[in-house]
Every structure is written in C-alpha cells, then in structure tokens.
C-alpha cells in the first residue's frame, strides 16, 4: 500500500515537471525590450521623488519611428505627469516636439520589463539628434535622473 502510495506521488511529480516545459521558453519581444529600458530616479535625503522608466521604441519598432521616440513612464510626488512645473524632459540638451498618453495598440507596454501600474505612461518623440542619447529628467529642487541610450 505504502509503495503503490509512493509510486503515485512520484508518477505525479514527474508529470508535473514536464507540464512546465513552457516556462523556459524564450520571449523575443521581453528580451529586446529589457536591452532598450532604463530606469532613474531622482533621490533627496534618502526619499524617492521622482521615478522615471524609458524604452527607446526606434530599435523595437522601426518602421514606425522617424524620430527618436520613448516610451517614459512618470511617477513623481505631484500628480505622476511628465509636464508640470517641477520637471523637465530634455533630450541631449533639447524639449521633447511631441508628448502624447495615447500609446498606440502595437506596443503591449504592460508586458515590458519594469512595468508599474502606479506609473503614468507616455509617447515622447524629439527632433533628430546625435548619439549617444541623454535622457535626462531634472527637478527643480531635488537633482535629476540620467538615462544613456
């Protein structure tokens, strides 16, 4: 009895083990985007103030970029916008043309690495510019976060 017991236990370890063969299967998309994200953050006296995470979309996407595009998401002490009065976004010393909160359907952004659902999520293209690339996101009164791409 204790044997045929044992027996079943270990036929059903067995069986469960290769239920998970899937789970070392590779995600493409999960590991080009891990290679393309950065994350900053603005610290002052050891409290966070500002979070920033920011994908460079034109290597992942490109065809559908002209110009150098980011996905950011934003969360900061105020009301986790990427434009307000505190912060600034520039990119090798230049504004961003265009910020939109519409991110379009082809980027499955909640799958990305260091998706936050307490983090607001933004489009923002800027002009041409050379490489590398300096995202830096700047407080007024705490310092900024430095993003290299």
């Given at each position: 009895?204790?044997?045929?017991?044992?027996?079943?236990?270990?036929?059903?370890?067995?069986?469960?083990?290769?239920?998970?063969?899937?789970?070392?299967?590779?995600?493409?998309?999960?590991?080009?985007?891990?290679?393309?994200?950065?994350?900053?953050?603005?610290?002052?006296?050891?409290?966070?103030?500002?979070?920033?995470?920011?994908?460079?979309?034109?290597?992942?996407?490109?065809?559908?970029?002209?110009?150098?595009?980011f996905l950011i998401?934003?969360?900061?002490?105020?009301?986790?916008?990427?434009?307000?009065?505190?912060?600034?976004?520039?990119?090798?010393?230049?504004?961003?043309?265009?910020?939109?909160?519409?991110?379009?359907?082809?980027?499955?952004?909640?799958?990305?690495?260091?998706?936050?659902?307490?983090?607001?999520?933004?489009?923002?293209?800027?002009?041409?510019?050379?490489?590398?690339?300096?995202?830096?996101?700047?407080?007024?009164?705490?310092?900024?976060?430095?993003?290299?791409?």
């Amino acid at each position: 009895m204790k044997r045929a017991f044992f027996f079943l236990i270990t036929l059903a370890v067995i069986f469960n083990g290769c239920a998970i063969k899937n789970a070392f299967k590779k995600d493409i998309l999960y590991e080009k985007t891990l290679k393309y994200t950065q994350r900053g953050q603005i610290v002052n006296s050891l409290e966070t103030k500002a979070l920033i995470d920011a994908v460079y979309l034109n290597p992942l996407y490109p065809n559908k970029f002209k110009y150098p595009t980011f996905l950011i998401g934003v969360y900061n002490g105020f009301d986790n916008s990427i434009q307000n009065n505190e912060f600034t976004l520039t990119l090798n010393g230049k504004k961003p043309v265009k910020i939109t909160s519409q991110i379009p359907n082809f980027i499955p952004y909640r799958y990305y690495p260091f998706y936050n659902s307490w983090m607001n999520y933004y489009i923002v293209e800027f002009n041409q510019t050379n490489k590398p690339l300096k995202l830096i996101y700047k407080s007024k009164h705490w310092g900024e976060a430095k993003l290299t791409f």
